[in-house]
Structure formats: C-alpha cells, structure tokens
C-alpha cells in the first residue's frame, strides 16, 4: 500500500511538472470532504472552495490562485458578469462561520456513530465512511483530515427488494 501511495503521488508530482512546463494550469475543486475538515494542499493554479453558511440561506464559493495573470483574467469576470455577492449575501455567509466548527464537530460524530451502527447490522451489506477503521483509506484520510464530515453511504445486503 505505501509503495502504491508513494508511486500514485510522485505520478502526480510529474505530471504536475510537465503541464507547468506546458503553460497548462491545474484546478482543484474539493467537495468531499467539506472545507472545515479538510487539510488542503492546494498545489494548483486555482483552488475551489464552498463558502456556503450552512443554513441553507446563501449558496457561495471562494476561487484561491496563486498565478497574477489568472487573478487578472478573473478579477475582469468577476466584475463583467457580475458574479459579486452582496454585503448581505457576505454577512450570511460569516454567520455560518460562527458555529461552522460545532456543526462540523457534531455531524461528524453522528455520521460516525451512523456509519457504526450501519455496519454491525445484519442486513447491511457494506458501509463506505472513512472515519471507520474498515474503509480502505483510513490512513489516507486520517492524513489529509481533521474530520470525516457527515457524508455515509451503506449497501443492503439483498439489495433494495429486502
């Protein structure tokens, strides 16, 4: 497994140089697992994150760069189409940040007990969350994590006609 994930990862590192040397830009964009728990290592060109307040009330999105040119390409968008939140759409999204921590905090901990119940139940087939010691990237996410976020996806054993 390690050698895998050292060979996954410098395979990742190369190509990463090559399309620098190509002038060809990367972007990431993470939506599992959530901003709050997630140890980013934002290497590309522009980064994607959710902004959102939580509360179903305001829907946003922050683009990071680390390229002056890029900045300056979106900078103009941002402005031309008018993709500028409001101060109020802004006070809403820094509303959700107050207790964005204490959410994440408990919706990690009920989808872990979820995910442990789910997966000592006999008509479940399978449970896919990666705060479980089962799931295959554990390690991984145990790295790149604070958390595990609230996402939990089971299988029936029998499928859905049990």
């Known amino acids: 497994k390690d050698r895998r994930h050292q060979r996954e990862r410098r395979d990742r590192a190369r190509a990463q140089q090559r399309h620098y040397r190509r002038r060809r830009q990367h ?3 993470a939506v599992f697992p959530e901003p709050a728990v997630a140890r980013r290592r934002c290497g590309g060109a522009l980064c994607d994150e959710d902004t959102s ?7 946003m999105g922050v683009l990071g760069t680390n390229s002056d040119d890029l900045n300056t390409r979106l900078k103009f968008l941002e402005n031309s189409i008018g993709a500028v939140p409001s101060p109020f759409d802004w006070y809403m999204a820094q509303r959700g940040l107050k207790t ?7 919706h990690a901990a009920n989808a872990l007990a979820v995910a442990t119940i789910l997966e000592a139940h006999a008509k479940v087939e399978k449970v896919i ?18 958390g595990f976020g609230g996402m939990v996806t089971f299988f029936l054993r029998g499928g859905l006609t049990e």
């Open 27 to 29: 972007v990431y964009v």
């Open 53 to 59: 307040s939580g509360h179903s009330d305001v829907v």
């Open 100 to 106: 964005l921590h204490i959410r994440m905090t408990e």
């Open 129 to 146: 969350y990666p705060g479980l010691k089962s799931h295959r990237q554990h390690a991984l996410a145990l790295k790149q994590q604070k």
